[in-house]
């Protein structure tokens, strides 16, 4: 069966430009050659030209795509130069390190993301903000067992407490036990807060590092 091809080579539309018949099909339709005006080649139906369903090989969406990609930063509050002060650390800092509340007039939390989260953890572990700054000032803002520094940026030094008390995530206030990186935290929930395993293990690695 014979195929009619309905545009002409030299035609053009929008950015492109008819070279003639390609080789190659779309959903068993045939295509036809075209140069975009960037210089690119393009594979397009005759229909999808008529129709003006394709104007361009598609740079000319370049331009709209960046202007989605800039509008979904800004929707996320990631805008340069735009910043707001912190009600609890009291640092400026900028919007996209805020949490959205549609109810604020800014539509931003009062608390960055970091004092958000700080905040929720001294309620989870029955603290007070003072509570947590003489763990911190007696510990040196270091984590009590491997005296790693407390990141600027980042997750916070871990609460500790004691599980045989409160078993969970939650902590009545009384078996808390200091502040920990969260590495050595991990280290110790991973061996069930047992100090005869943690010496077996310890005993282990020396027992290795003598071999050697």
Known sequence: ?????????GQEFGKLTVLGLSPFRQHDRPTVECL???????????TNLLR???QSCGCRLIPRLKEVAKQRRMDKGDVPGKVKRCSFCK???????????????DGLTHRCKRCSTFTQRLTKYNLNQNDYEAFFREQLSLCCICNKPEPLIGRQLSIDHD??????????GRCVRALLCSSCNKGLGNF??????LRKAADYIDLFAKRK
């Open 36 to 46: 975009c005006r960037c210089g690119n080649i393009s594979y397009v139906r005759p």
């Open 192 to 197: 069930k807060d047992d100090a005869k395993l």
């Open 91 to 105: 640092q400026l800092l900028s919007v996209s390190l805020y949490r959205k509340d549609k109810d604020r007039a």
């Open 1 to 9: 069966m014979s195929i009619r091809i309905v545009v002409q080579k």
């Open 52 to 54: 003006k369903v394709t």
């Open 163 to 172: 599980h045989k008390c409160c078993n969970g995530d939650y902590s009545c």
